[in-house]
C-alpha cells in the first residue's frame, strides 16, 4: 500500500509544486540574464551587481522563520498562494525600475515576498511522504532549480533579444513577461493545494490512515511551545552547523548561477544573448540529471551524507581547477561540472536533514536552516563582484574563494553523526 501512496502523491503534488518552483526560482535568478543587458543601461558596477544580486536573501531572511510558524498555523493553500502572487507583483515591477537604487529596494523587497516559499514546500512534503522517500522528493522537487534555468535560459536571452514593445528595454519585459505568471499560479494554488492527507480527495479512508499513522511513527509530534521548540534549534549544535552547511552550499549555488551568464559570453566568445542562453541551457540539462541520480541513489543505498559531502568536495574541486588556466573552453566544462555537483547536493543533503526534525520543530527547524544558510547567497555574490572589484575584473580569485567554501561545508557536515536527537550539542 505504500508504494500506492506514494505514486498517488507524488504524480498528484509533485507536478504542481515542480512548476512553482520552476517560476520562484527563475523570478529570483532571471536577474543574471537580465545583466547582459540592465548593467550597461542603469550603469551598475560589478561590485554593484553582486549588491543587487546578494540583496534579495536580507529581505528573505527577516521572515524566513515567521512565515514557516505561519504556514504551520493556517495552512499551506492560503500561505503558499499569498506568496507566489506577491513574488509575482514585485517582479513585474522590476521591470520598471529605473536606476540602481530603485532595482536595490525591489530586490529587497523580492526576498520578503519570497521568504517562506522553499522552506514551506519542504516542510509541507514531509506532511506527505516518509523519511525513506525524502531524499528522492526532493530531488525531483529542486530538479526545478535546473529546469528552470533549462527553460529560462534561453526564453530569457530571447525575451532580451527579441521583444522591444513600446521602446522598452528587453531585459525589462523580461521581468514582466516572466514575473506574470506567478501571479496566475498562485491563484491556482489556493484552489489547488489541500493542506493535510486527511483532505485528500484522491487518496482512500485507509490510505490515509496508513500515511498519517506512518509519518507520525516517524516523527512523533512534541508538545513543547514553538518558543520552547525555538530555544532548542538555537542550542543545537547540529541545527547551527546545518545552517553553515547550507551557507556554503548558498554561497557556491548563487556564486555560480547570478555569475554564470556574464562568465559564459566572456569565456566562450558568443555573439548575442541567445547563444549565451543555449550554452547555459546544456549546463543545467547536465546539472538536472545530476540532481535526480543523486538523489535516486541517496535513498536507495541510504548513502545521504556520504553523497552530499562528495559533492560538496567534487563541486569545490572542479571550481578550484577552473583557476588554472585550461584554456577558455576548459575553463567553462570546469564551471559547468564544477554546477552540477553544486546542484547533486540538495536531494542527499535536505534528506539527511529532514531526518533530525520532529514535526513541532520542523517549521522551525527547517526555516531556521534556509534561511541563515541562504545568507550564503547574500556573501557569495557580494564577494565576488568585491573581489572583480578589487582584482581588474578577474573572476579566478572569486572562483578560489568559493571553492574553498565549498570544501568547509563538505567538511562540516562529516563532523554530524546520525542518531543524535535535534537537541543534543
Known amino acids: 500500500m505504500q508504494k500506492t501512496i506514494f505514486r498517488k502523491n507524488a504524480l498528484r503534488l509533485l507536478p504542481f509544486l515542480f512548476i512553482l518552483y520552476i517560476f520562484n526560482f527563475l523570478d529570483r535568478v532571471n536577474f543574471g540574464y537580465a545583466a547582459l543587458e540592465m548593467n550597461q543601461s542603469l550603469s551598475i558596477t560589478p ?8 540583496i534579495f536573501f536580507a529581505g528573505y531572511l527577516i521572515l524566513e522563520i515567521p ?32 536606476s540602481a537604487n530603485h532595482l536595490l529596494i ?5 526576498g520578503i515576498a519570497e521568504a517562506g516559499f522553499f522552506p514551506g514546500i519542504i516542510l509541507y512534503l514531509t506532511f506527505w511522504f516518509r523519511r525513506e522517500e525524502m531524499a528522492t522528493i526532493i530531488s525531483l522537487f529542486m530538479a526545478a532549480i535546473a529546469v528552470s534555468n533549462i527553460i529560462g535560459a534561453p526564453i530569457s536571452t530571447a525575451i532580451m533579444q527579441n521583444i522591444k514593445f513600446f521602446h522598452m528595454e528587453g531585459w525589462r519585459w523580461l521581468f514582466i513577461l516572466e514575473g506574470l505568471p506567478s501571479i496566475i499560479l498562485g491563484v491556482i494554488t489556493f484552489f489547488y493545494l489541500p493542506d493535510r492527507p486527511e483532505q485528500a480527495s484522491w487518496l482512500t479512508n485507509e490510505e490515509k490512515k496508513t500515511l498519517v499513522e506512518s509519518i507520525r511513527a516517524e516523527k512523533p ?5 514553538e518558543g520552547h521548540n525555538f530555544r532548542i534549534i538555537l542550542t543545537s549544535s547540529i541545527f547551527l552547523r546545518f545552517a553553515l552547511i547550507y551557507f556554503t552550499f548558498a ?9 554564470l551568464p556574464q562568465i559564459i559570453k566572456k569565456l566562450s566568445h558568443t555573439q548575442g544573448y541567445m547563444a549565451t542562453g543555449w550554452i547555459a541551457m546544456g549546463v543545467y540539462i547536465l546539472s538536472g540529471i545530476g540532481m535526480i541520480v543523486f538523489g535516486y541513489i541517496a535513498d536507495r543505498t541510504n548513502k545521504r551524507k ?5 559533492s560538496f568536495l567534487l563541486a569545490g574541486l572542479f571550481l578550484f581547477l577552473s583557476t588554472i588556466f585550461f584554456g577558455d573552453t576548459g ?22 536533514m529532514t531526518t533530525f526534525v520532529k514535526e513541532r520543530q520542523a517549521a522551525i527547524g527547517i526555516a531556521f536552516v534556509n534561511s541563515v ?7 557569495g555574490p557580494l564577494m565576488i563582484g568585491f573581489l572583480m572589484n578589487s582584482f581588474s575584473s578577474s573572476i579566478e580569485i572569486s572562483w578560489i574563494f568559493v571553492s574553498i567554501i565549498l570544501v568547509i561545508g563538505g567538511i562540516v557536515l562529516g563532523t554530524i553523526h546520525s542518531g543524535r536527537s535535534p537537541n543534543a550539542s
Not at 251 to 259: A, E, N
Request: proline share 1%.
Open 251 to 259: 554561497v557556491g549555488l548563487y556564486s555560480i548561477t547570478f555569475w
Open 306 to 310: 556520504c553523497l552530499a559531502i562528495a
Open 373 to 379: 544558510g541562504n545568507i550564503g547567497g547574500f556573501a
Open 47 to 54: 561590485q554593484m551587481f553582486g549588491l543587487l544580486s546578494g
Open 331 to 352: 575553463d567553462l566544462i570546469l564551471i559547468a561540472l564544477a554546477m552540477v555537483f553544486v546542484l547533486s547536493i540538495v536531494g542527499p543533503l535536505w534528506g539527511y
Open 67 to 98: 512565515s514557516n510558524i505561519i504556514l504551520h498555523k493556517v495552512g499551506a493553500r492560503k500561505w503558499m498562494a499569498r506568496i507566489v502572487v506577491s513574488w509575482g507583483i514585485v517582479s513585474v515591477f522590476c521591470g520598471f525600475a529605473d
Open 221 to 225: 509530534v512534541l508538545e513543547n511551545s
Open 106 to 110: 525591489l530586490r529587497f523587497l523580492l
